[in-house]
Nanobody
Framework: QVQLVESGGGLVQSGGSLRLSCAAS??????????MGWFRRAPGKEREFVAA???????YYADSVKGRFTISRDNAKNTVYLQLNSLKPEDTAVYYC???????????????????WGQGTQVTVSS
């Protein structure tokens, strides 16, 4: 079993920045061996892929956030981060971190390929 706890959400003006954190834990979970992903769900919409980072530190982004968001990880702290810059009102959503079932990056954008999810953290961007 893996526990994921997100933090860092909040209310920010358009053009502002936030940094989200996701702390992972589990008795038999070796964080450094796993890829990690971030998803978001806006009101009335499906949960969508935002970014992922492989255990190799290779990174992957949705086109809508490329160049504005940065995913990173600190294996010593069992934590994955998502830096959100140049925020837009359409970035308003609940942001979730998750652990994918496979290390193959071709699965990273599919929410059905993730086994463990955090409770989410709300990001609200005002215009």
């Amino acid at each position: 079993q893996v526990q994921l706890v997100e933090s860092g959400g909040g209310l920010v003006q358009s053009g502002g920045s936030l940094r989200l954190s996701c702390a992972a834990s589990g008795r038999t979970f070796t964080f450094s061996n796993y890829a990690m992903g971030w998803f978001r769900r806006a009101p009335g919409k499906e949960r969508e892929f935002v970014a992922a980072i492989a255990w190799t530190n290779s990174t992957y982004y949705a086109d809508s956030v490329k160049g504005r968001f940065t995913i990173s990880r600190d294996n010593a702290k069992n934590t994955v981060y998502l830096q959100l810059n140049s925020l837009k009102p359409e970035d308003t959503a609940v942001y979730y971190c998750a652990v994918p079932r496979y290390s193959d990056s071709s699965y990273f954008a599919s929410k059905n390929a993730y086994d463990y999810w955090g409770q989410g953290t709300q990001v609200t961007v005002s215009s």
